[in-house]
């Protein structure tokens, strides 16, 4: 494990133009943004996020690889239907046949959070589709953190109430980000703004409440579904002040891979993409060029 990372200076800034893109996927619209050109290489974001997660690191990689940002179904930019199936199997089936429709026969998963639960169940249901895997902070088994406040958000009681009020949150969002961040000082203009955009859709939240409430039993299923990765190349990001899904979650997980590098960032927080993304991307960039 390696936690002694001396922060790169920033890269110049790459020439890119990200396509946005539509299909449809179960009778609904799904968004994703592509750019680049080799290897395919998909990118899933987590609980509260979309494809915007990935503004730095999409124009990176795309020097490398044929990148792929989704916004999952429920989420972003992409349609919310009624009655969508929010299970974290129901998601990774979902990613599955969104491969099929756009012709990715195999390829690399980078998820961030709940997206790197996704990712790993998606590889665990077609394992011989996806050649690496790159797992940032990802909801696992042995973080315990969130846990309870995911049992009483997701409760069948309580979760009418946050879809009324789901319209008022919107005045502690910059509270939520800054407890994301190890170093708030690092949130960049912009960054509130655009994690905002989504949320002011109709149906907002509605997706996110439905994954909170089968949080406990998608973990369990998860954990009984990781024998059938454990041959697949994998590299596990955290920061070391992570407080959503705790760094020392990392050890247990690296144990169920054969090939597996984990690299922590020091002062980092939750979502290191985004606040060192110049070190991140050069860390997940050398990952994917190894032979």
């Known amino acids: 494990m390696n936690a002694n990372h001396v922060l790169s200076p920033k890269l110049p800034a790459p020439q890119y133009s990200i396509q946005d893109h539509w299909i449809t996927l179960d009778g609904a619209r799904m968004r994703y943004l592509r750019?680049?050109?080799?290897?395919?290489?998909?990118?899933?974001?987590?609980?509260?996020?979309?494809?915007?997660?990935?503004?730095?690191?999409?124009?990176?990689?795309?020097?490398?690889?044929?990148?792929?940002?989704?916004?999952?179904?429920?989420?972003?930019?992409?349609?919310r239907?009624?009655?969508?199936?929010?299970?974290?199997?129901?998601?990774?089936?979902?990613?599955?046949?969104?491969?099929?429709?756009?012709?990715?026969?195999?390829?690399?998963?980078?998820?961030?959070?709940?997206?790197?639960?996704?990712?790993?169940?998606?590889?665990?249901?077609?394992?011989?589709?996806?050649?690496?895997?790159?797992?940032?902070?990802?909801?696992?088994?042995?973080?315990?953190?969130?846990?309870?406040l995911a049992a009483l958000l997701g409760h069948r009681a309580v979760a009418p109430i946050v879809m009324r009020v789901a319209p008022r949150l919107k005045a502690i969002q910059p509270y939520l980000l800054r407890r994301l961040y190890?170093?708030?000082?690092?949130?960049?203009?912009?960054?509130?703004?655009?994690y905002a955009g989504p949320f002011e859709l109709p149906g907002a939240f509605r997706h996110e409440l439905g994954i909170l409430s089968t949080w406990d039993r998608d973990l369990r299923d998860l954990e009984s579904m990781l024998?059938?990765?454990?041959?697949?190349?994998?590299?596990?990001?955290w920061g070391d002040?992570?407080?959503?899904?705790?760094?020392?979650?990392?050890?247990?997980?690296?144990?169920?891979?054969?090939?597996?590098?984990?690299?922590?960032?020091?002062?980092v927080g939750h979502l290191p993409y985004e606040e060192v993304p110049d070190e991140f991307n050069r860390v997940v960039g050398d990952f994917l060029s190894r032979k």
């Open 35 to 79: 750019d680049g050109r080799g290897p395919e290489l998909v990118l899933v974001h987590g609980l509260l996020g979309y494809s915007f997660s990935w503004r730095y690191t999409l124009p990176y990689l795309a020097r490398q690889a044929s990148v792929l940002a989704v916004d999952m179904l429920g989420v972003g930019f992409s349609d």
């Open 241 to 267: 002040l992570d407080n959503a899904v705790l760094p020392h979650s990392a050890v247990p997980l690296r144990n169920n891979f054969h090939d597996c590098q984990v690299e922590i960032f020091p002062g």
């Open 81 to 148: 239907p009624t009655g969508l199936d929010s299970s974290l199997r129901g998601s990774a089936e979902r990613l599955l046949r969104f491969l099929d429709a756009v012709g990715v026969a195999s390829c690399d998963l980078l998820g961030t959070s709940h997206g790197g639960a996704i990712s790993m169940m998606a590889a665990a249901l077609d394992p011989g589709r996806i050649r690496r895997l790159v797992l940032v902070a990802p909801v696992n088994p042995w973080s315990s953190q969130g846990k309870n």
């Open 182 to 194: 190890g170093d708030p000082a690092r949130i960049r203009p912009g960054t509130l703004e655009g």
């Open 227 to 237: 024998p059938r990765i454990s041959h697949i190349p994998s590299l596990l990001i």
